[in-house]
Every structure is written in structure tokens, then in C-alpha cells.
């Protein structure tokens, strides 16, 4: 369902500033890219220039979208990617959130999603019948995603190549210091994990299949749109699927990213790592979300 807002726009908390020069003021939010004619005015002035990427918006500012048009801005004050349809919006200011407390309320988020225990299910004997049945035997969810149903004959036709027999301890998966979602999109793919939990790893390529002996270093060289990494145990697999972002979107992500250099010169800015981390936020790109996001919180402290 398409929702218009008319009315007020409230960036972070409603906390008004009466009388207070819009331009003295800190910025409430940062255009981020625009779509069609949408403009900006300032107190009882009937000018309406014309909002640019990189426009700030103060308190007192009325912000008008034109029919069809859409403008997405950075909320300075909450930290989210707001997209505005065809609207009147009335700029308010706001109590600021305290960027270490949110960079650490959205980081546990993140590592409580990349901990889920949803990769478990056992593989059955016979030949595999691509589709979301079997899908549903090796990944053991409910509504398995198209990639799980495209990769899942692979990871059991190499589950009985290998016959490989772990205990079911715990396993997880590390690049340097920081902990792999089970189930994420990625830029790129680390070309060197380690493991932190002992036993045999299967490394799935497509129909590629190689045997991670313990302690053994997992080099990934030419990763393909989908690779799985599986821990196998007694009653059941732990999996990886590291997802390389598509052609397409990985082409409109890199046009953002070059829109937000030419806002923020300086790309260690906290809002420029806001900006970016809601930007891999909204393409599912759980491990970049998660590298940006301790570059935040490291900046806070």
C-alpha cells in the first residue's frame, strides 16, 4: 500500500524550536538523492528552491514534494534513510539520539540476527529433487528463499561425498575478529576465513566440493553468486550461505556510494556511516551493515 503523508515531518523527537534562526541551527536531516521536482522554503519567504542532493534541512523549513516526485534524506536525528512521497512536510527539531547508544542498540540487533539457530535439518539418502521440499529437509525452514532452493542439492550431494562425522558442538565463523551471519549478502566475499570451532567444514561451490580439514584455513579464490560453507554434525548441519549481491544491485549500490563521496568529503563522518550503513541495511548486506557499524560505535567512544 503507497502512503501519502501530508502535514508535519517530524525528524527524531517532537521538540519544537520557536523563533530560532533555521541556519544557526544544526541540520535535521541531508538530502540524499531526489527524484522529480521537489523543493525547500524557508520562514514566510515564497521562494522554493529547488533541493539538491547534499541539501540540509533546518527546523522552521517546509519541505514540498511534487506529485510523482520522491525524495530520500538521512535523518540526522534518528539515523534512518527516510523516503518522502508527494506531501508538505514541516521541518522539526529534535533531541538527538546519542550515536553509542544507538550504534550499540543496532549492533545487537545485528549479532543477535547473525547468531539465529535457523541453519540446522538433516539430509536424506537418495537422489536430490531441487525444489522447496528439499530445501525444507536441508536448510529446515519453512519458506526456504529461491537460493536456498537452488543451492540445497548441492549441499547434500557433497554432505554424502564427504561423509564427514563431527560432534554437534556449537561452530562459527570468523573473519578477524568478527563473527559471519549465518545468512547475508556480501560486497565481496572474505578471501580468508578461520574457523572457531573445531571439526570438518564442507566448502560448496555449485557443484564444487572441497573437503576443510580441522584447523585448516578456508580460502575462497573464485567465489560463485552463491556459496555455502557447512559444518556438518551427528543430528545436524550448521550453514553459511554467503550471497554475492547481484549485477545489478551491486551497480545502483556503487552510484549511491559515489553520490554520498561527492555529499561528504570526509567518509569517516558519523553521518556519512549512518548513510552508509542504512544504505546496506535496505540491500540486506548484513556483514558490511555490521563493519560499518563498529566503525560508528569505535567513533563514539
Known sequence: MRYIFQGVLILGAAVFLLGHDAHAAKPMGIALKTKGEVCVKTGSSSECPAVRKGTKFYPG???????????????????????????????????????????????????????????????????????????????????PAEWMQEGACFIKDCMEKLKINNSDAEAALLDGNLELPQYSYYLDLPSLLETREGGQWALVEGEGCTLIKAGEKINIDEPVPATFLVRPGQKRNRIWAMLL?????????????????????????????????????????????????????????
Open 61 to 143: 523549513q517546509e519541505i514540498i514534494v511534487s506529485a510523482g516526485a520522491v525524495l530520500t534524506l538521512l535523518d540526522l536525528e534518528g539515523k534512518q534513510r527516510v523516503a518522502l512521497e508527494e506531501g508538505s512536510y514541516e521541518v522539526e527539531a529534535g533531541e538527538a539520539e546519542d550515536n553509542k547508544n544507538t550504534a550499540s542498540s543496532r549492533l545487537a540487533k545485528l549479532l543477535e540476527f547473525q547468531t539465529a539457530k535457523t541453519a540446522v535439518g538433516g539430509t536424506r539418502l537418495g537422489v536430490c529433487q531441487k525444489g522447496a521440499q528439499e530445501a525444507l529437509n536441508v536448510f529446515g525452514v519453512s519458506s
Open 245 to 301: 549481491l547481484p549485477k545489478a544491485h551491486r551497480e545502483e549500490l556503487d552510484e549511491e556510494i559515489r553520490n554520498y563521496q561527492e555529499i561528504w568529503t570526509d567518509t569517516k563522518q558519523t553521518d556519512y556511516l549512518w548513510a552508509m550503513y542504512e544504505l546496506y541495511n535496505e540491500f540486506g548486506l548484513t556483514y558490511e551493515g555490521l563493519k560499518v557499524m563498529l566503525k560508528i560505535k569505535e567513533t563514539s567512544n
